[in-house]
Structure formats: C-alpha cells, structure tokens
C-alpha cells in the first residue's frame, strides 16, 4: 500500500539556517505530493504541491521536488525564520487511492532567534 | 476564503459519555474525513466521505462512527467514550478534482 516516510523531528535551527526535511515515499500509482504546516494552536494548511515528476512546487520561500527515480519529496528552506517553526507533514493522494490522503508523521521545526 | 469549523476547541467528557464532533464547511466539498492526531503517529484516518448519507471507514473506525446528513456537515460520533480516545481530531474537506485537503483547526476531546 501507499505509504510516506519522513525525518523525525524535533528539528532546531538558529534563524537564518538552511533547512532541509526528508520525505520519501512509497505508492503503486503516480501519485502527487504535499506538504502540510501546522502552526500551534490550529489545523493542517497546504504549504506546497507537485503533480508529477520533475515538478518543483514552492511558496513562501520554501521548495520541494518530485523526484520519482529516488521516491522522494524533500522540503527545503534556504534561511528559515521564527515565525516558521510549526510541525511540517509531508502527504501523498492517487487514484488508487481514491479520494484519501496518506499523511507522515510530521517534523517538528524549532527555529531560535 | 474557505473555511471548515470545528464546534469546539476544547472537550472534557466522562468515560461511558456519548460525544459528538461537530464540523461544517462552507466550499460545497463534496469529500470530508475525520482524523486523530496523536504525538508520534501523524494523522490516521478514522472515516471520510465522498457524498452525502455515504461514509466509508479509514483506517482505525472500531469506536467511531459517523453521520452525513448535509452536504456540508460531517458529524463524528464517539458512541461510548473510553480514555484511549484521549485526541486531537480534525476534521477536513476537499474537492476530488483538485485533492487538497482543507482542515478545521482541531478538537482537542479530553476523557476523563
């Protein structure tokens, strides 16, 4: 079955760092990926998403790439700030499926000023 | 903007206690699902569904059961509370074409 895969947390970072989360995954079809946030006290927003391979989704100046030859779909911030500590999930959907979505485990950022 | 709401932040309920979770979104999503949120488990899926009056069970339902009766209410229902339902439940909503899954912001259902 579908299956996601993602780097256990607590990450800590000083303002300013570089940040990577790992994620990889595991599905039988051709699936399109996310990443979610959730901010203290609040529910899962999307952050990003790509479709297919080779896709490179981005916003609020983080990046993630669709690389279907490593199964993997990592989160990356070039100089992350404190307002951007939260937890990060990332999920995968396909047809197989049907209309649900396997979400990881989620990584919790701590970003220090 | 799209909004789903939760009817409460907070519950505090007794072992035996029947409990309703109430969720309501306002983007005529046809898809919704219930999810727990446990330290170290992530979101697991308790039930979703795809119309209205149709359910289907996720992947932990035993306890759980739930009822759609509108279109934009999608209502979780704990029929015999037991501490182990300790949680933070969220409730989403999504459209199939574009699957991306918008959240409430969470129950958090304490059992006594």
């Known amino acids: 079955g579908n299956s996601v895969t993602q780097m256990e947390g607590p990450v800590t970072l000083s303002e300013e760092a570089f940040l990577t989360i790992n994620c990889t995954y595991t599905?039988?079809?051709?699936?399109?990926l996310f990443w979610y946030v959730q901010y203290p006290g609040e529910g899962l927003q999307l952050l990003l998403k790509?479709?297919?391979?080779?896709d490179k989704g981005s916003n609020k100046g983080f990046e993630a790439t669709y690389r279907k030859e490593t199964t993997s779909f990592h989160l990356e911030k070039g100089s992350v700030q404190v307002s951007d500590s939260a937890v990060y999930f990332c999920?995968?959907?396909?047809?197989?499926?049907?209309?649900?979505?396997?979400f990881g485990a989620g990584t919790r950022l701590f970003v220090k000023a | 903007d799209v909004k789903v709401t939760q009817s409460s932040r907070y519950l505090v309920k007794r072992t035996g206690e029947k409990v309703f979770l109430e969720c309501v979104q306002d983007?005529?999503?046809?898809?919704m699902f219930w999810y727990r949120q446990d330290p170290g488990l992530g979101l697991r899926l308790i039930y979703f569904?795809?119309?209205?009056?149709?359910?289907e069970k996720g992947d932990i339902p035993e306890g759980y059961s739930v009822s759609r009766e509108k279109k934009e209410r999608f209502s979780l229902i704990l029929e015999s509370a037991s501490t182990n339902q300790t949680s933070m439940y969220l409730c989403?909503?999504?459209?199939?074409?574009?699957?991306?899954?918008?959240f409430g912001a969470g129950t958090r259902l304490s059992v006594l």
């Open positions: 989403a909503s999504s459209s199939p074409e574009v699957n991306i899954q918008y």
């Open positions: 599905a039988t079809g051709y699936p399109s």
């Open positions: 790509a479709t297919k391979a080779d």
């Open positions: 999920a995968l959907s396909d047809q197989t499926g049907g209309f649900k979505t396997i």
């Open positions: 983007m005529d999503h046809e898809n």
């Open positions: 569904s795809y119309d209205v009056k149709m359910k």
